[in-house]
């Protein structure tokens, strides 16, 4: 299953899918896709434009915390702010087989006063 993320600025794409490793188990590969041109480019310490987002996961099942990601995906370093690349990422999570309520949050960290 495909969603589109939408903020009042950012926009991002997520998708997952479950899958079975004999030696792990049951785990889950999400997907996320962050629009570069919904963005907020800006000079990091390498001279370099790069974009920062958070991202936070979290897998509640019966009312427990089965899972929680909190972590920052940057872009890659872009010279100019002529043309905005999106970026992506890639999780592997452990979960058993079962039901879950799931929550995603996408903040862009470089936006004043950012918006979930």
């Known amino acids: 299953m495909s969603w589109l993320l939408k903020s009042a600025d950012l926009s991002a794409y997520y998708y997952y899918s479950p899958f079975y490793n004999s030696e792990v188990g049951t785990y889950l590969e999400t997907y996320i896709t962050v ?5 907020v480019f800006k000079k990091n310490e390498n001279g370099k434009y790069q974009a920062v ?3 936070t996961m979290l ?3 019966e009312g427990k915390v ?3 990601r ?4 940057k872009s890659q370093e872009i010279d100019a702010p002529t043309s ?6 890639l999780q592997r999570i452990n979960l058993k087989e079962g039901l879950y309520n799931f929550e995603l949050k996408i903040k862009d960290l470089q936006t ?3 918006k979930e």
């Open 112 to 114: 004043e006063n950012a």
């Open 59 to 61: 897998f509640n099942q």
């Open 84 to 89: 905005l690349p999106n970026f992506i990422d």
């Open 35 to 39: 629009i570069g041109n919904s963005a």
């Open 53 to 55: 987002v958070e991202v």
């Open 70 to 73: 909190k972590y920052n995906l």
């Open 66 to 68: 089965k899972e929680f």
